[in-house]
């Protein structure tokens, strides 16, 4: 689709946020450990993942759509009482690689911050980025669904 045909349509932006659990800055290293675990690689609907990182209580929107792109900005994490965007990053990668089949594109913002950068690399991994312009790191991440055997992130040289 051109990008006159996009303004012609007149598309609707939707900002879905919800402040659904709260996992402070605090506990990043923490959690970073915590997300190499084997329930953290399962890919499937976040409501029912084991992981810590996980959102659950997202609008049900959230985990029903098949997503083509998904902006991580959200929540604050520029002080260590922050909620932090560890589960935001985490969850942004499974709703994606939950999709039928087909790419999402993951954009997360403030990838100069250690936790967004680290997560984001975890999590989103390395081997799935496309490119990196000043704050703003780009992935696309692939089905795991339509795909049978994908490792969680593909080795990268």
């Known amino acids: 689709m051109s990008s006159m045909t996009l303004r012609e349509q007149k598309q609707k932006l939707e900002c879905l946020g919800k402040r659904a659990e709260v996992i402070l800055l605090t506990e990043a290293e923490k959690l970073i450990e915590a997300g190499m675990k084997e329930e953290c690689k399962v890919v499937g609907d976040p409501r029912e993942s084991k992981c810590r990182l996980s959102l659950k209580g997202l609008p049900d929107i959230v985990y029903e ?42 954009f997360v913002h403030d990838v100069d911050r250690d936790v967004e950068n680290k997560f984001s690399m975890a999590f989103l991994c390395k081997g799935y980025m496309i490119e990196e312009e000043e704050r703003i790191r780009h992935f696309t991440i692939p089905s795991h669904r339509s795909h049978h055997i994908v490792p969680f992130c593909p080795t990268t040289p």
């Open 65 to 106: 759509t098949e997503w083509d792109l998904i902006m991580v900005d959200a929540p604050t994490g520029y002080h260590s009482e922050a909620p932090g965007r560890m589960g935001a990053i985490y969850t942004a990668g499974l709703i994606a690689r939950n999709r039928a089949e087909g790419d999402t594109d993951v």
